[in-house]
């Protein structure tokens, strides 16, 4: 049980006595700068770096709805602790963005945005108290936040 306390946890930043949800998102986004980081810094091919993201985030979502799952025989549904879900929503959101930094805080900005107002059927997963429903309503939060800032970005905003 330790393991998925942990894991649904964020490494404990859900334990944050102030918005653990952004505590995890932070966590998240700094773990995804650091792993793109240090592939760069290793000169990985770019496919590489698409493809490895892709697995990482894939295996961390499943991994995160079985923690998810054994976290709810002790804990609330969709308990304030269970982070995982914005750790893997944020990553989404930071998806495929060219390396720097002021787009790694947007997409944490905008994965926010979504994920505390929740529009455009995000609230209808959150409404769902599956233990999938608790992943997916952030993985759909990153993925608009995603769009959004491919577009900024396509665009030159900044």
């Not at 949800?21 to 810094?41: C, D, E, H, P, R």
């Not at 060219?98 to 945005?113: D, G, Q, T, V």
């Not at 233990?131 to 959004?148: E, F, H, K, P, T």
């Amino acid at each position: 049980m330790k393991f998925y306390k942990i894991t649904a946890s964020g490494l404990g930043t859900g334990y944050s006595p102030v918005a653990p949800g952004t505590a995890g998102s932070v966590l998240g986004i700094i773990l995804f700068w650091t792993l793109n980081f240090a592939l760069q810094k290793a000169d990985a091919n770019e496919w590489f770096i698409l493809v490895l993201n892709s697995v990482i985030i894939v295996l961390i979502a499943f991994i995160g709805v079985k923690a998810i799952k054994e976290v709810h025989k002790i804990w609330e549904h969709d308990a304030g602790k269970i982070v995982i879900d914005e750790i893997v929503g944020v990553w989404i959101a930071a998806f495929a963005i060219p390396f720097k930094w002021e787009y790694y805080l947007s997409a944490l900005i905008l994965f926010r945005f979504f994920d505390i107002l929740k529009p455009l059927y995000i609230r209808k997963f959150d409404n769902m108290k599956t233990n999938w429903s608790v992943m997916l309503d952030d993985v759909l939060a990153g993925i608009y936040s995603l769009i959004v800032l491919q577009l900024i970005i396509y665009f030159k905003v900044f």
